[in-house]
């Protein structure tokens, strides 16, 4: 693995000013129109900066080269056994909760990560993961959960995720990269959130996105998404709805296990 350092947005306010400059260019434009995430990201980042983990190269300090979201949620049942089927947006959903009635989330959620494109392949999201872990523990929480989005499911879109998820290697470990970085790290595969997230727009922004006709009612396969669209011609509208796989990682006292 390579080196870096991790700090959090709320020890380093300028680093954290230069989160815009990260982006992944692979990621397809449509899966940035999820109504929730539009509403609430953003806010939630801002108001939890100690839950935002920054990834530098000691080598260029300045320069952010990973970042991994994290917010407290409140959940109730039992992580280990039982996650909200609405993973990603439910996350944001309760996260706003608690906000508006002052109660503090008892879990941790992963929602978003990435890695700059030409930093890849050096082990970087293992140590940010690693480092959410330890983070979660440092604010005194018992679990870190994640609603995992597998990095090469876009590569099989007709395949259910409780399917694809169930891959694994020789060595029994995920065949999905992202998933097997979660499982060495010793998360466990709790269950697959079936609506963690979706978009629903008219045809002509799905054409606009995709580049692709929509002129056919049913399932549409469109690059970049895990699932297919489904396309209503008679009503004019498409609607993606994308399914996540939830992990749990345990702490206790105050390790990440």
């Known amino acids: 693995m390579g080196d870096l350092v991790v700090t959090t947005a709320a020890e380093d306010v300028g680093l954290a000013s230069r989160l815009g400059d990260l982006a992944d260019p692979e990621i397809a434009e449509f899966l940035y129109q999820d109504a929730v995430s539009i509403a609430l990201f953003d806010a939630l980042s801002l108001r939890f900066p100690e839950y935002t983990l920054i990834g530098v190269d000691p080598a260029c300090p300045r320069v952010p080269v990973a970042v991994l979201y994290t917010v407290p949620f409140t959940w109730i049942p039992d992580p280990a056994a039982d996650l909200p089927p609405g993973g990603y947006d439910e996350v944001l959903l309760r996260a706003a909760e608690d906000q508006l009635t002052g109660r503090r989330g008892?879990?941790?959620?992963?929602?978003?990560?990435?890695?700059?494109?030409?930093?890849?392949?050096?082990g970087f999201s293992a140590l940010m993961l690693a480092a959410a872990r330890s983070n979660a523990a440092a604010l005194g929480h018992a679990s870190l959960v994640a609603p995992v989005r597998p990095t090469r499911?876009?590569?099989?879109?007709?395949?259910?995720?409780?399917?694809?998820?169930?891959?694994v290697r020789d060595d029994g470990l995920p065949q999905d990269p992202w998933l097997r970085v979660h499982a060495r790290a010793g998360g466990r595969m709790v269950a697959v959130a079936p609506n963690s997230m979706s978009v629903?727009?008219?045809?002509?922004?799905?054409?606009?996105?995709?580049?692709?006709?929509?002129?056919t009612a049913g399932p549409v396969v469109v690059p970049g998404g895990l699932t297919p669209v489904h396309?209503?011609?008679?009503?004019?509208?498409?609607?993606?709805?994308?399914?996540?796989?939830?992990?749990?990682?345990?702490?206790?006292?105050?390790v990440a296990r």
């Open 106 to 122: 008892n879990l941790v959620s992963a929602v978003l990560a990435l890695v700059r494109p030409d930093a890849r392949g050096r």
């Open 153 to 167: 499911k876009h590569l099989h879109p007709q395949m259910t995720m409780a399917e694809y998820a169930a891959r």
């Open 200 to 215: 629903s727009a008219p045809l002509s922004r799905w054409r606009q996105w995709t580049g692709l006709p929509f002129d």
């Open 231 to 254: 396309c209503d011609l008679a009503e004019d509208i498409a609607v993606y709805v994308e399914p996540n796989v939830w992990f749990h990682h345990q702490i206790v006292d105050g």
